[in-house]
């Protein structure tokens, strides 16, 4: 049991938030596609399949960010106590771990189309090179939203097999609203990042946070607008569009740089927006 709960903390499945905000943009671009295709037992067996590989790679991804971060989180009050930090599981150990979820991963990957398993295979650069952002950049998050959206096009093509305008546009939406959250959620760690020299946005913007995180929102919020434009009018889905935005903006007003507290309950406030705009696009018709 004690091996159960350090593989428990080391892949954070005791933190759900962080697999569902990988999730939702999946689910995002399978439903936008089964607008066009109409193919639902094609679309939920998809959905079920692209839950599971967000589970399994963020798992990964939180092993192997907490093998290179070991010696950064001893000194991070939040982080010190995570299991290859405080020396609970080896590094060796882990990296088993990492390979383990990556090959269940893959076994799901080669369940769609060829493009959709090249950009799967393509993700993994992102995966494995974000947690040395914040040691070179001030723009961790942006990578971070490259890294974390990516599934929004695989679930796309996975189902239409090409690449839309239109997708990535919805990617650069998407890029943009975890530049904003990812901002609010690095403010917990501002003091200690400055004093142990990592970056982020958050340090780089800290005396203009809100103003930040609200332009990072905007971009976000009028990408969507632009995007579903055609669809806007008296219906469910303007309406859902409409409480994903408000959600956005509920944010930048209730987080306080100044309390943790209140940056991860605004941080979590995200699996609320990221549900509401799929179920927006899955009945865009009506």
Known sequence: MEQLKIFIDLTRLNKP??????????????????YYEKNTNTFFYYLILFFFGSVLMRSA???????????????????????????????KKSLIYVMLLCLVAFIILIQFNILTILLGMGSMLLAFT???MKRITYWPQLFLGLTFNWGLIMA????????????????LSAIFWTLGYDTIYGAQDMSDDEIIGLKSTSIKFKNHMKLFVSISYAISSLSLI???KNYLGVNYFTIMLALFVCSLFYQVVKF???????????????????????????????
């Not at 740089?257 to 609320?272: A, I, Q, T, W």
């Open 17 to 34: 938030i962080g697999f569902m905000l990988l999730f939702w943009p999946c689910s995002w671009g399978l439903a936008y596609a089964l």
């Open 156 to 171: 796309w093509t996975a189902i239409n097999d090409s690449i839309s305008l239109e997708i990535c546009l919805l990617y």
């Open 130 to 132: 974000y947690p040395f």
């Open 226 to 228: 632009y995007i579903f």
């Open 256 to 286: 306080n740089k100044e309390d943790s507290s209140s940056c991860l309950k605004m941080f979590k406030l995200n699996n609320f927006s990221g549900l509401v705009l799929f179920l927006g696009v899955l009945i865009i018709d009506y």
């Open 61 to 91: 991804g939180c092993i192997f960010n907490d093998i290179v971060d070991k010696d950064y989180d001893k000194k991070v009050l939040r982080t010190k106590k995570r299991p290859i930090a405080n020396g609970k599981i080896s590094v």
